[in-house]
């Protein structure tokens, strides 16, 4: 393991596709700090910001499969 609180992600606005796959890996969307966002995406265009955090990925972890 890892040990990580949260995890970031980052996705283009033009290709909203991606931000389905995050929100249905359990990601939701949110305003990332300049920090958290790699300068050679935000060059790209506008961006979206997604995480996770821990308590979020253990309770999708252990949840029963539908």
Known sequence: MLGLEEV?????????A????LEKAGFERVALPPEKMPDACAA???TWGFQIG???????????AA
Do not use: F, I, M, Q
């Not at 992600?9 to 909203?16: F, S």
């Not at 991606?18 to 796959?21: G, H, P, Y």
């Not at 821990?54 to 029963?64: I, K």
């Open 18 to 21: 991606s931000a389905r796959v």
């Open 44 to 46: 790209k265009g506008e």
């Open 8 to 16: 970031y992600a980052h996705v283009l606005a033009r290709n909203p």
């Open 54 to 64: 821990r308590a979020a990925w253990e309770r999708l972890r252990t949840a029963p």
